[in-house]
């Protein structure tokens, strides 16, 4: 990975707070969690006891959208602050059922209401 100037964002997509249900699903192990924050690439979840593996299924429920699920990668799992644990996640590059786009016009729509406030 190449060297960038302290404080640079080195992400591809733009990461924005948000809190919405979430779960995460890996084979048969089901974990009920909640965004922290949200991109078009990935999201970092914080919950308990996340099933264990690399490959898993994120479902978020996207307020009005209603509930999507997108394949993703785990890139980390660590403590988080106040206990419980955080998962980063990069979202797989193919959509899963219209995840990946479902999320970017979630984003842009909060976006949008945002500026116009």
């Known amino acids: 990975m190449s060297e960038t100037p302290e404080g640079t964002e080195r992400r591809a997509h733009p990461r924005h707070r948000v809190s919405l249900p ?10 009920e969690a909640s965004t922290l924050d949200l991109s078009a690439g990935g999201v970092l ?15 978020i429920e996207l307020a009005e959208m209603g509930w999507h699920a997108i394949d993703a990668e785990v890139v980390r799992t660590q403590a988080g602050e106040g206990g419980g644990t955080h998962l980063a996640a990069r979202f797989a590059e193919i959509a899963t059922l219209g995840g990946r786009e479902a999320i970017h016009a979630f984003l842009e729509a909060r976006a949008a209401e945002r500026d116009a406030g």
Request: avoid cysteine; hydrophobic fraction near 35%; charge should be negative.
């Open 22 to 31: 979430a779960r995460v699903v890996a084979g048969e192990e089901t974990a």
């Open 45 to 59: 979840l914080g919950g308990d006891d996340f099933p264990s593996g690399t490959q898993v299924r994120i479902e």
